[in-house]
């Protein structure tokens, strides 16, 4: 029997360990794949920290890229319909799911399936074991979407495609981005920097960047932003009179907020112009409680849409986008630091202290 290396979570507080395990084949209609690259997405550091809850023992990391070791009987395309073979390079959903209940044939949103296994997330000890990417394999179990990736894409575009990209565009494509109208990015971590540039691609008119960080700002320039905003120790109101004077006194006809904290709501409110939309993708934890006036919510007529995670058509979306805007926007830059298996833990920590946007861990 093969075995591998696994980088292992066991419990909030704890140092994470490399385990050997052993690597069984692929059942019908899944994969096994060797991780060629795992990037710490930030709801990584969220569990890691026990901001929400985690399985013990697990293996971290959805966002990640492979090629494929074996497939299982009956396996044989990608949802493309490319033929799949062994050594081929592949994404992923960051789920498999059903295809059979509700939420998956009925509500379209087959990331809330009823039998949803999430990479990343469930426990190490029990079949498939390797569920997560900070691993040398990863089990694809049957249900996941696989599509081949073309060889002109690095490692360092493909990784983020499966939570990041995918994610954004999920949001995007819910609420709408309209020709020539203004948006508003909120936090500027990866999925704020990937809001710019798919925003943009999507259409937008003018893009404002907002965060804290001058450095991220800077780089959301490179992305797509048209107006930058410093956050220092302005007020919702203040923010809301910025973000007027940049759009002719109106506001925002769409801000987004992927910042991760709740405390951003209020200003959002205050951005948003009447008739507006207000989109909500980063605040993935518990306890994301802000106090607004919903008076202005109303008086505004403005519209609040949550969004989490996204369906296989997103990925589609998003392995389109990075191929189709490679050349304009540097996408593979924001990987910025690579570890191995064993530094996985120095991996978290980088993105825990807002070090990097990504960081790969390379098994
Ligand atoms: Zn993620
Ligand atoms: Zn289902």
């Known amino acids: 029997m093969m075995k591998g290396k696994a980088a292992v979570f066991t419990g909030v507080g704890a140092p994470i360990e490399i385990r050997e395990m052993e690597v069984p084949r692929p059942e ?29 023992p697990g293996i971290f990391g959805h966002e990640t890229t492979g090629e494929l070791v074996e497939l299982g009987d009956g396996l044989t395309h990608d949802v493309l319909g ?14 498999a799911n059903c295809g059979a209940c509700y939420y998956c044939r009925v509500a379209n949103l087959p990331q809330k399936c009823v039998k949803l296994h999430k990479y990343g997330h469930g426990r190490c000890d029990v079949f498939p074991f390797w569920t997560g990417g900070f691993a040398e394999y990863l089990y694809l179990a049957p249900g996941t979407v696989i599509i081949k990736v073309p060889d002109e894409l690095s490692d360092e575009e493909v990784t983020p495609i499966n939570c990041a990209t995918s994610t954004v565009a999920s949001g995007l494509e819910t609420i709408g981005v309209r020709p020539s109208e203004s948006v508003v990015v909120m936090g500027l971590g990866m999925l704020g920097i990937t809001a710019c540039a798919m925003s943009k691609d999507r259409g937008a008119g003018r893009v404002i960047a907002v965060d804290v960080d001058p450095a991220r700002l800077e780089l959301a320039q490179r992305f797509g932003a048209d107006e930058i905003v410093q956050v220092g120790s302005a007020t919702a109101e203040d923010l809301g009179e910025r973000i007027r004077s940049l759009t002719d006194g109106r506001g925002a006809d769409l801000v987004v907020e992927v910042a991760g904290s709740s405390r951003v709501v209020p200003a959002a409110i205050e951005m948003c112009a009447i008739g507006g939309r207000f989109l909500t993708l980063g605040l993935v934890s518990p306890g994301a409680h802000a106090e607004i006036d919903w008076w202005k919510v109303v008086f505004k007529c403005l519209t609040v849409r949550g969004v989490h995670n996204y369906a296989p058509r997103h990925l589609v979306q998003s ?12 996408h593979g830059d924001l990987v910025t630091h690579s570890v191995g298996l064993v530094e996985t833990e120095r991996a978290l920590e980088l993105c825990r202290d807002r070090v990097a946007l990504r960081v790969a861990v390379v098994p």
């Not at 060797?34 to 399985?55: E, N, Q």
């Not at 073979?85 to 959903?93: C, F, L, P, Q």
């Not at 392995?319 to 540097?330: E, M, N, Q």
């Open 28 to 56: 019908p209609g899944a994969a096994l794949v060797r991780v060629r690259m795992c990037t710490v997405c930030g709801s990584d550091v969220h569990t890691w920290l026990g901001h929400r809850s985690g399985d013990v």
């Open 319 to 330: 392995l389109d986008f990075v191929r189709r805007t490679r050349d304009r926007f540097p």
């Open 82 to 95: 490319q033929p799949l073979k062994v050594g081929d390079r592949v994404t992923y959903a960051m789920y």
